[in-house]
């Protein structure tokens, strides 16, 4: 299965008042992005990254470096 494909957190909610659609449920969001996100969270908590300064072209590496960052990090786990 390929590492974007796999998911984070999916749920399903039972209605209990609804005839129509009495379930909800969602796949959540794919641990590609879910590991992405943590990633550029952990390079945006440095105190010395001025995020107010950094101009677009900064700010799109950093968002390019967590999503590789996530890749290989999630490769190597399903690889042991």
């Keep these: 299965m390929p590492v974007a494909s796999e998911y984070a ?3 399903e909610h039972h209605q209990k008042f609804s005839l129509d659609n009495p379930t909800i449920s969602s796949p959540g969001v794919s ?3 879910y590991v ?3 990633v550029l969270q952990g390079m ?6 001025a995020i107010g300064n950094l101009s677009p072209e ?3 590496a950093l968002v390019y470096t967590a999503v590789l960052l996530a890749d290989e990090l999630l490769a190597a786990l399903s690889a042991q």
């Design 9 to 11: 957190f999916p749920f």
């Design 31 to 33: 641990k590609r992005e």
């Design 36 to 38: 992405a996100s943590r």
């Design 44 to 49: 945006l908590s440095n105190p010395q990254t």
């Design 58 to 60: 900064q700010r799109q």
